[in-house]
């Protein structure tokens, strides 16, 4: 190929994307529609493009993306990641504090960053800890059934002051806690290791719950909701773990853990199962306990394995409670970005939320250049940033970028809205936000560029998407 042919389809290929959403004449312009673009090959990284703007008319085109905000469904709390041990000690202890502001506001602040609303705080030590803990260790053969040396001091050395600086940047972040595993004496297995509750031990494993949201509040953190166990159905060799069966959970949720936050005064939700989308029978089954079920706000769900539809088998059958999906990680085994781009899209941020889910979670909020630091588990996970103990170089990982699509918009309390599609090339999720803003979130899963139209309220726009691309569109109907 000649150089000049070569330069000119270069410009080529760059004029296209640059007018991946082209602009409206003034003279007719209606609604202005504002855009933000990632591309598979990451030339473009939540880069805001040129804005369109509706016009009066039907729809050309023969894909066509039907957005509908009269048709309202779950109310969203946010998206985010995980507040593990891990993260919170690499964010304090491995950049200065300059790079950390920096980082926090890159993760927490709407306009600077990409605005994540909901976290996840592992209560002690999960596989992304520094060392195996809980809010009352004893030593082995020792027992504190009345919990009076129940303490959150370690969580104060560094989760709960970064804790606090993520709400001072973002007031409107919640938080949800989940147990890897009760103290040790509370379990058949008097280790943090495998093992399951104690029948003796549910009344103090409920009050266990009390104290650490009670001590949690009493540090300016209130907890919105609590999971009884991570992964029920894995218990982990090497790091913390507890089995814990769909009956086990439906008896601590109605002879203990609700009586005692119903005594105590406390509207923290109680949230169940925080596994695998392939075991929907599980939550089901809690469900299905009407004693349970009066104190359960809804059911929690991972993404390893299994399909998202779970979700709706589950919410499709109770339709009062809430769906929450807590859990998916990146890793070195999936090291293309565009893949991972589209991965999250289509299965997390799309898939989740029009099967219901109100909260999209990654897990490690950051982690090190050596996937760690672990217990043990997973040895290759990725965060949603990499934080390098060694240089203090922070790298946003494909994860920033796919979420941010969603968190950065998408504000808590938006509602899911109806966005069809004519076609099969371009999936979305839209949402109108407490302003009356609307977003919409449209991937091509295809591999070639696909041209659809927008249409809302009887106006509507042409678009034009490269293959692999994610477009975030947000309109309102102030801004003409």
């Not at 609604?31 to 473009?44: G, Q």
């Not at 985010?80 to 790079?99: I, P, R, V």
């Not at 008896?251 to 609700?258: A, C, F, N, Q, V």
């Not at 565009?338 to 899209?345: A, M, P, V, Y």
Request: with cysteine.
């Amino acid at each position: 190929m000649k150089p000049d042919r070569y330069k000119l389809l270069l410009l080529g290929m760059m004029a296209v994307v640059l007018a991946v959403l082209p602009a409206c004449s003034d003279s007719d312009a209606g609604t202005r529609v504002e855009i933000w673009l990632t591309m598979p090959d990451k030339s473009r990284l939540l880069e805001q493009v040129d804005s369109v703007s509706f016009r009066s008319g039907k729809p050309k085109q023969s894909e066509v993306i039907q957005v509908d905000d009269s048709i309202r469904y779950q109310q969203m709390d946010g998206f985010g990641a995980a507040m593990t041990d891990s993260s919170a000690w690499l964010l304090a202890n491995a950049l200065d504090d300059e790079k950390r502001d920096e980082l926090m506001k890159l993760l927490f602040h709407r306009e600077e960053g990409i605005g994540f609303s909901y976290l996840r705080l592992p209560m002690g030590a999960s596989d992304f800890a520094l060392q195996p803990y809980t809010y009352d260790d004893r030593a082995q053969g020792e027992t504190d059934p009345e919990l009076e040396h129940f303490s959150i001091e370690h969580d104060r050395q560094y989760i709960i002051p970064l804790l606090k600086q993520a709400m001072s940047i973002n007031p409107d972040l919640k938080i949800m806690a989940s147990p890897w595993s009760p103290p040790g004496w509370m379990k058949t297995s008097d280790s943090l290791i495998g093992g399951s509750l104690k029948p003796e031990a549910y009344e103090p494993f409920a009050r266990y719950f009390v104290k650490f949201i009670q001590a949690y509040e009493a540090e300016g953190i209130p907890i919105d909701a609590v999971t009884l166990q991570n992964e029920p159905h894995h218990v982990p060799a090497d790091y913390p773990g507890m089995r814990m069966e769909a009956w086990e959970q439906a008896l601590l949720i109605k002879e203990y853990l609700g009586p005692a936050f119903k005594e105590n005064g406390i509207d923290t939700k109680i949230v169940i199962w925080d596994h695998n989308w392939d075991e929907y029978y599980y939550p089901l089954s809690v469900l299905g306990d009407p004693d349970a079920n009066s104190y359960i706000a809804g059911t929690a769900f991972h993404g390893y394995a299994g399909e998202v539809s779970s979700q709706s088998r589950v919410k499709e059958a109770y339709p009062d409670k809430d769906i929450y999906f807590t859990e998916s990680s990146g890793g070195e085994w999936a090291k293309d970005f565009g893949s991972n781009l589209k991965w999250d899209l289509q299965n997390l941020i799309i898939g989740s939320t029009r099967h219901w889910a109100k909260t999209v979670l990654k897990w490690n909020l950051a982690l090190d250049e050596q996937h760690g630091p672990y217990l043990g588990g997973c040895r290759d996970c990725r965060g949603i940033v990499t934080i390098d103990r060694q240089t203090g170089e922070v790298v946003l990982n494909e994860e920033y970028y796919a979420f941010g699509h969603a968190s950065k918009f998408v504000k808590p309390g938006a509602f899911r809205i109806e966005s069809a599609s004519s076609g099969n090339d371009i999936e979305t999720v839209a949402f109108v936000n407490p302003d009356d803003s609307l977003v919409l979130i449209a991937l091509n899963v295809s591999e070639a560029m696909k041209e659809f139209q927008v249409s809302w309220r009887d106006q509507s726009f042409a678009c034009s998407l490269p293959a692999g691309a994610a477009a975030t569109m947000v309109w309102n109907l102030r801004d003409k």
